[in-house]
């Protein structure tokens, strides 16, 4: 279920992480803690088996949202699809 308010926004910047994306999308879905959170993927044209991973996980979770897109503009879609108003990098 999406939270409510948003508090965290994380993003995931990937290309062809086939190996790992998994294993990070668990990490961040299964936290506990008392913030409501959404993780946005955003894929920089992954040509391998990540893009399915990536996928599978944005049907499965609500707070989930994954983005395929090329190059520079991954960035900055990935920015303006934040639903909190301020981000730290």
């Known amino acids: 279920m999406k939270p409510q308010k948003i508090n965290l926004s994380i993003i995931v910047v990937a290309y062809n992480e086939g190996r790992l994306i998994e294993s990070c999308l ?27 991973i990536m996928d599978a996980y944005n049907l499965r979770y609500e707070n989930l949202k994954v983005i395929h897109k090329k190059m520079v503009e991954v960035f900055l879609l990935g920015l303006k699809e934040l639903e909190m108003p301020m981000v730290n990098i």
């Open 26 to 52: 668990k990490t961040l879905i299964h936290q506990h803690n008392a913030q409501d959170y959404e993780v946005l993927v955003v894929d920089d044209g992954s040509t391998d088996d990540s893009v399915h």
